[in-house]
């Protein structure tokens, strides 16, 4: 005896299914269940039209709902990325987040030097090798060599096979002993140039599918946004600080030249008023401190200004030895003790007496 099985309900057990979110392989049971119960072949064929339909649709709500996970996690990801301006914890969250998102055994990035003409493993998450972690590659070179020339992704099924690269020996090395075997890369971009490279990989051949390369190509645009914003930010901190700095030296260079303007002024004003040698060595004293002598040809203390500090034995004689000295008794040179306030007056053009002055 044949079932007639009603269009109506083969189709609303498939709505079932769709509604559950079941597996693709329930989709099967409807259409035994009626080949077992002797449906006829007109129901059959209407039961796998069914079916087939209701398995597209599931496809789609499958690849929609990992579009919106996929979304969601690139917004939370471009969230992360605004608070971190460390560079190293940026490749962090990165790499992580690549690793998860594609379902891989390894992701990692590594940056350009073009002053050292290499490319340097900066970040991985998943690695079990300590060579791999730290290589350096010449630009050009490998899979990440092509990624950065031709700045377009490039996915290999199994990497040492694959001749569309330049190979190196000890960068398969390193591939080998990390167990890499199918290998995904995207270019980091910041306007036209290329920055770095974002890898997923893993240790099977399993390739990647074009939906994977897309969402990698994702992560790699928000990592080198926010790889340039913190080169950027360290530019600007160094450039800052620099200035400080070059502020700072002149503010002081500034405060000298003006004390040295003030404590010429009064010395002008004291000798103009009649002061004399001790006058002046008082306000000398007061401007620069310590101690001042005033000597004279012979090398006699002809005023002591400041702290009571018993001069020192060589620095009794006089500051410059006179033009008459006898060959028998020679006085070397001396020169005031450098001080900025000194060096301003100077470089302003002042002129006056010698002074011996102790700090």
């Known amino acids: 005896m044949t079932v007639q099985t009603p269009p109506l309900a083969s189709c609303n ?4 299914l769709l509604a559950r979110e079941a597996a693709p392989v329930e989709f099967e049971e409807p259409v035994a269940s009626a080949r077992a119960a002797g449906a006829t072949p007109e129901t059959l064929t209407q039961l796998e039209a069914a079916k087939l339909t209701a398995l597209r649709v599931s ?22 990325l605004a608070g971190l301006r460390d560079l190293d914890a940026i490749l962090e969250a990165i790499v992580r987040r690549a690793r998860r998102l594609l379902n891989a055994d390894i ?16 970040m991985t998450d998943g690695s079990i090798s300590a060579a791999f972690r730290r290589l350096r590659i010449p630009l050009g070179d490998g899979l990440g060599g092509l990624v950065a020339q031709t700045a377009m992704p490039y996915s290999t099924e199994h990497y040492l096979r694959d001749p569309q690269f330049r190979h190196q020996a000890f960068i398969d090395a390193a591939v080998a002993e990390e167990a890499l075997v199918a290998i995904l890369g995207v270019p980091m971009r910041v306007g036209s140039r290329v920055i770095g490279v974002l890898y997923a990989a893993n240790r099977t051949e399993r390739p990647f599918a074009p939906e994977q390369a897309v969402l990698l190509g994702s ?50 004003a004291l000798v103009v008023k009649g002061g004399d ?7 000398v004293t007061e401007v620069l401190g310590g101690t001042l002598y005033v000597l004279d040809a012979a090398g006699r203390c002809l005023v002591a200004s400041g702290e009571a500090v018993p001069p020192a034995e060589d620095d009794l004689p006089a500051v410059t030895a006179p ?32 002074y011996g002055r102790r700090p």
């Open 59 to 80: 496809a789609g709500m499958r690849r929609q709902a990992r579009r919106e996970a996929e979304l969601t996690a690139l917004f939370d990801l471009a969230g992360d």
């Open 107 to 122: 992701a990692y990035v590594t940056l350009n030097d073009d002053e050292c003409g290499e490319t340097r493993m900066r």
């Open 277 to 283: 040698a001790g006058d002046v060595a008082a306000v």
């Open 13 to 16: 057990v498939f709505l079932d």
């Open 219 to 268: 992560l790699a645009a928000h990592a080198a946004l926010a790889i340039g914003n913190a080169r950027l930010l360290a530019e600007t901190r160094a450039t800052v600080e620099e200035m400080d700095a070059v502020n700072g030296r002149l503010r002081a260079r500034g405060a000298a030249i003006e004390r040295a303007a003030q404590a010429h002024d009064r010395m002008t």
């Open 323 to 354: 033009p008459h000295a006898s060959p028998g008794r020679h006085h070397p040179a001396r020169r005031p003790m450098d001080h900025p306030d000194l060096d301003a007056r100077r470089g302003a053009g002042h002129a006056g007496p010698a």
